[in-house]
Every structure is written in C-alpha cells, then in structure tokens.
C-alpha cells in the first residue's frame, strides 16, 4: 500500500476499536441499572488491564519487526499464536476466580474467562497486520467487530446482568476474529513461528509490560480496588465519566502510535520539540472545549447516554476533563522523550504513576469520594506532565540501533 492509504487505514482502524469501546459501555450503561453497570465496569477494568497487557507484550514488540517478507509473516504468526496460549490459560485462571468468588460478580467474572482468548486473539491480529504492513484488513475485521457488537448488545433487554452483557459482548468477536485469521494466513502459511521467543531473556516486550502496568494498569486497578473494598458505584461514575471522553481517547492512542515517526522525521531537536509542544497545547485545548461540551449538556441528553449512571457522571465531568488537557500534555511529552531517548520514559512512569494513585486513594477519595478521586487522578496526570516536559528540556537525542526479535540497543544513559 501506498503510505497515505496505509496511514489512512491505520487511523480509521483505531477509529473503530476506539469506536466499538466507546459504544459497548455506552450501551451497557444504557442497558442497566447504576449497580448493574458499576459491577459491568470492575469486569470490563479487568478485560482492559489483561488486553494493554498483551499489546505492550506482544503487540508493541512485534511492530518494531523488520526484515523480509517471510520474516515479518513468521514474527506475526508467533505473536498470534503465543497470544491464543496465554489468553487461554488467563481464561482459565477467570474461570477459577469466578467459581471461587460466585454471585453476580462471580458470574460475570466466568463469563470474561469464557470469552477472554476470542477479543484478546481479535485484538492482538491488529498488530500482525501493522506489521506486515496491511492496515486495510485489520480495519475490515474490526469494523466487522464494530457491526457485531453494536446490535448483539442493543437486542439485551433492559436490566440485563453483567454476566449476560459480558458474555454477548466476547462472543460478538468471534466473527471478527475468524475473518482476521482467514485475512492473515496468507501472510503465515508455510511460515512457521517461534511463540517461545516472546518468553526468551531480554524480549523487549517485557520492557513495554512494565511501562504499561506502572503507567496504566496500576491505576485501573486501584479503582478496581476502591470497587471491591469500598464502593462499586465509585467504578461505575469513574468510567461512565471516562467513556464520554472516548473520542480523546482516539486522539491520544494516535498520537502514541504515528507520533514517534512523524516527530523523528521532524529534523532537529529543536524543531521536535517544538511540534510536540505545539500538538499538545492543541489537543490540551480540544479536551477542554469537548469538556464544556458535555458539562452542558441537558440531564436528559445525559440520561439518554448513560442511564441512570448519568447522574454520577456528570458530576466528575470538570475534573476529568482537567485530566484529559493535562494527560494530553503528558502524553506528548513522553512520545517526545521515546524519539530524543527511548529508555527515559520508564523512570518518568514508575515515579509519577504511583504518586497518581496515592493522590487518588488518599487525598482523593478518602476526602471527596468519587470526585475526589477524580481529582485525585487530574492532578496526578498534572504532575506526570511537568515531569516529562522537564525531562524533555534536559535530555539531547540518543541513537537507537535496530535488533533482531523486535528489539533495540541504546548507547549507555549519561
């Protein structure tokens, strides 16, 4: 493909993973009660953690492959295949977890264990095909993920349980991930793979887990945490709020992922920063005015969205907008740190993330609940940024040379 249709179908694609999650909490909100979307959250919390765990694993790693066709086709066939391993075996770890904890929340716990290996196997394929350079057949399966989805979902009756909602949304992937595989095998056919590689000393992906669950996970799963220790409903007004922010969300996964290579390709050091502030203060100011947007929407706009997690909501809308301007900040910092020295970002993550989950815990819910730890987790975000960008004014650009099995050797940190 041409490089304008590849990125083209590279953006449209994100569009509509973005636009599939964006839809499934939406309708699940609408689709049931305040408790009843609360505990679909926690599980859905959990699905999110496992899946940017297994693309920074494996996705993040086998994009960087590089080589000949048959190379790059059985780098890909590998990571499909260790990425059905070990999505099978964390199905089965949910499956004793949700036997042993029972209930409503049990089951919906089972249900994600049933369905894990099929949206976990749909998902990685779309880092197979970026590999390989074919966008256009991620972008066909996932908008065929995005057509079956969407209805499954919409034909649930009102006050469906999360057990229900969760297992008809796994299992409206599977389409999407049969046409991915058929997609790909012309790519892997004859190809054999190495799924160990990804289990070898020194896989990079192992680097990029990390940086994820420091980054990431650790502050989903603090909220998982107030969840199951505290209240349920915090969950449910966290990503309820969160979830009218999902096209951001589209803006910052697209940056994360053409930011590098159009900044490299910047020229200087100067004018890659330059370009990275600039795209910041853009998208800071595009999160704020989406922010004002849905704070002014009428209650029954609102409640047409979210049900009756609306209410909630509405009232974490300033905070998490102030979250989205300075995560947008943030994130262009580190995507500028990852181009001038790619292993400056770890520290930046480990340090900052967990202070955002103490602010989170203990300065904001312990004193303002739900909204407190919404706070909590903007001025964390706030914090992040000031450090990346300080990072970013302090650090001069360091060669990267290319390995193989998707890894890279940097010169010595100074």
Request: proline residues 6%; aromatic residues 6%.
């Given at each position: 493909m041409r490089r304008a249709a590849a990125v083209a179908a590279s953006v449209l694609d994100q569009a509509a993973s973005s636009l599939t999650n964006i839809a499934v909490l939406v309708i699940a909100a609408r689709t049931s009660s305040a408790d009843g979307f609360a505990a679909f959250s926690m599980v859905y919390i959990v699905f999110t953690v496992l899946l940017g765990l297994s693309a920074a694993y494996v996705g993040q790693s086998v994009v960087l492959e590089k080589g000949e066709e048959h190379e790059v086709g059985a780098a890909a066939r590998s990571?499909?295949?260790?990425?059905?391993?070990?999505?099978?075996?964390?199905?089965?770890?949910?499956l004793a977890a949700g036997a042993v904890i029972g209930?409503?929340?049990?089951?919906?716990?089972?249900?994600?264990?049933?369905?894990?290996?099929?949206?976990?196997?749909?998902?990685?394929?779309?880092?197979?095909?970026?590999?390989?350079?074919?966008?256009?057949?991620?972008?066909?399966?996932?908008?065929?993920?995005?057509?079956?989805?969407?209805?499954?979902?919409?034909?649930?009756?009102?006050?469906?349980?999360?057990?229900?909602?969760?297992?008809?949304?796994?299992?409206?992937?599977?389409?999407?991930?049969?046409?991915?595989?058929?997609?790909?095998?012309?790519?892997?056919?004859?190809?054999?793979?190495?799924?160990?590689?990804?289990?070898?000393?020194?896989?990079?992906?192992?680097?990029?887990?990390?940086?994820?669950?420091?980054?990431?996970?650790?502050?989903?799963?603090?909220?998982?945490?107030?969840?199951?220790?505290a209240s349920p409903l915090v969950v449910g007004a966290l990503r309820g709020a969160t979830t009218l922010f999902g096209p951001l969300n589209t803006l910052l996964t697209s940056v994360n992922a053409f930011g590098p290579p159009l900044l490299g390709r910047a020229g200087s050091r100067r004018a890659?920063?330059?370009?990275?502030?600039?795209?910041?203060?853009?998208?800071?100011?595009?999160?704020?005015?989406?922010?004002?947007?849905?704070?002014?929407?009428?209650?029954?706009?609102?409640r047409q969205l979210l049900g009756a997690t609306w209410q909630s909501a509405a009232e974490l809308l300033p905070a998490t907008g102030s979250q989205y301007a300075v995560m947008a900040a943030g994130t262009c910092a580190l995507v500028?740190?990852?181009?001038?020295?790619?292993?400056?970002?770890?520290?930046?993550?480990?340090?900052f993330s967990l202070l955002s989950v103490a602010l989170m815990l203990g300065g904001g819910y312990l004193l303002g609940g739900a909204v407190g730890v919404a706070w909590g987790l903007a001025a964390g975000s706030a914090l992040k940024a000031v450090a990346a960008w300080t990072r970013v004014a302090r650090t001069r650009p360091q060669p990267t040379t290319p390995r193989q099995d998707g890894q890279r050797s940097t010169a010595p940190s100074s």
């Open positions: 990571a499909v295949t260790f990425t059905a391993a070990a999505s099978a075996a964390a199905g089965v770890l949910l209930g409503a929340a049990g089951l919906a716990v089972l249900a994600l264990g049933a369905v894990l290996p099929v949206v976990l196997v749909q998902d990685g394929l779309r880092y197979a095909f970026s590999a390989l350079r074919q966008p256009h057949r991620a972008l066909a399966a996932d908008l065929l993920r995005l057509a079956g989805a969407v209805p499954a979902l919409l034909l649930q009756p009102h006050g469906s349980s999360p057990a229900r909602l969760v297992l008809v949304w796994g299992l409206s992937a599977l389409p999407a991930a049969l046409l991915g595989l058929a997609l790909l095998y012309p790519f892997v056919r004859n190809r054999p793979g190495t799924p160990r590689r990804y289990l070898r000393k020194g896989h990079l992906g192992r680097r990029f887990a990390v940086e994820f669950a420091v980054g990431n996970a650790s502050s989903q799963l603090a909220v998982l945490a107030l969840g199951l220790l890659t920063v330059r370009a990275a502030a600039l795209l910041a203060a853009v998208l800071a100011l595009v999160a704020l005015g989406w922010a004002a947007v849905l704070y002014a929407l009428p209650d029954h706009v609102g500028t740190l990852r181009v001038l020295r790619p292993r400056a970002t770890l520290s930046v993550q480990v340090v």
